[in-house]
Nanobody
Framework: QVQLVESGGGLVQAGGSLSLSCAAS????????VAWFRQAPGKEREFVAA????????YYADSVKGRFTISRDNAKNTVYLQMNSLKPVDTAVYYC?????????????????WGQGTQVTVSS
């Protein structure tokens, strides 16, 4: 089992920045692909960004490309999401996820482990 705990959410004005962290514990993080998803009230959980274990593969949703950056520090078992130029539409609960499955990294059902989420609110 891998336990994931997100942190770093909060309230920010439009145009501002936030940095989210996701710390993994339990089994070794080795080999896991990681991702960030988000869910706004009344909407489906949607893909934001993903990165392979080696870091050689990275995906972003079109809506965040150029504004968000996913990174990972395997030595620290931590995944990050740097969010710049935030917009009110980015308001959501952000979830960290991890998987050993070699599936489609953009699909939520590829992921076996999820954090509890952290709220990000962007005011206009």
């Amino acid at each position: 089992q891998v336990q994931l705990v997100e942190s770093g959410g909060g309230l920010v004005q439009a145009g501002g920045s936030l940095s989210l962290s996701c710390a993994a514990s339990g089994r070794t993080f080795s080999g896991y692909a990681v991702a960030w998803f988000r869910q706004a009230p009344g909407k489906e959980r949607e893909f934001v960004a993903a990165k392979s274990w080696s870091g050689s593969i990275t995906y972003y949703a079109d809506s965040v490309k150029g504004r968000f950056t996913i990174s990972r520090d395997n030595a620290k078992n931590t995944v990050y999401l740097q969010m710049n130029s935030l917009k009110p539409v980015d308001t959501a609960v952000y979830y960290c996820a991890a998987t050993l499955n070699p599936g489609n990294y953009r699909r939520r059902y590829t992921y076996d482990y999820w954090g509890q989420g952290t709220q990000v609110t962007v005011s206009s």
